[in-house]
């Protein structure tokens, strides 16, 4: 298992602003991937993020709007950029080897008025 | 298009009664089937799996049945106990898309 710490925690922010979120794990991990819950809604890929390589976005997730960086294999940001009220959700990074089984931090829970 | 389906919301049990909660998928190519459990605040956690080619895996209280032909699985608790209190999601993988897909979950609610 891997234990996983994001930064912030929640945060309230006004709409055209934009907000990084830091992921960092306790051990070193190939994929790294970032989640969206929308209220009430499953949770939903947005992106891979590969140490060494450009994230892979899922369909109707743009790099332009959510750009992701990878620099090492224990950390990784998102950004959520330009934000409108149908941003708030609730973003989780994660991180998986095979089998599906993946390990999530405790989400950001992002508010956007 | 949701491919993974929790039709189910919520569901109240008794403590000390089975829970069972249940999931659809649409996509027969899923070559394997989670439940993660989530604790308000909480990322989501791993609870148990089962491989495409079994009908069911049993680990503790908790038990899944796979049901191919239906594109069904349910997950077992039993026991229920008040710390079972979660929203519970079903979860599916494709090898190759490296991808989970997830249900909207059900909130499950232990009375004790």
């Known amino acids: 298992s891997a234990v996983i710490s994001q930064k912030p925690s929640r945060d309230i922010c006004q709409r055209g602003t934009s907000l990084t979120i830091q992921c960092q794990v306790d051990s070193q991990v190939t994929m790294m991937f970032w989640y969206r819950q929308q209220p009430g809604q499953s949770l939903t890929l947005i992106a891979t993020a590969n140490q060494g390589s450009e994230a892979t976005y899922e369909s109707g997730f743009v790099i332009d709007k959510f750009p992701i960086s990878r620099p090492n294999l224990t950390f990784s940001t998102l950004t959520v950029s330009n934000m409108s009220p149908e941003d708030s959700s609730i973003y989780l990074c994660?991180?998986?080897?095979?089998?599906?089984?993946?390990?999530f931090g405790p989400g950001t829970r992002l508010t956007v008025l | 298009d949701q491919q993974v389906k929790q039709n189910s919301p919520s569901l109240s049990v008794q403590e000390g009664r089975i829970s069972i909660l249940n999931c659809d998928y649409t996509n027969s190519m899923f070559d394997y089937f989670l439940w993660y459990k989530k604790y308000p605040a909480e990322g989501p956690t791993f609870l148990i799996s089962i491989s495409s080619i079994k009908d069911k895996n049993e680990d503790g209280r908790f038990t899944v049945f796979l049901n191919k032909s239906a594109k069904h699985l349910s997950l077992h608790i039993v026991p229920s106990q008040p710390g079972d209190s979660a929203v519970y999601f079903c979860a599916a993988f494709l090898t190759g898309a490296n991808n989970l897909f997830f249900g909207t979950g059900t909130r499950l609610t232990v009375i004790p």
């Open positions: 994660s991180v998986g080897e095979g089998m599906g089984e993946q390990f």
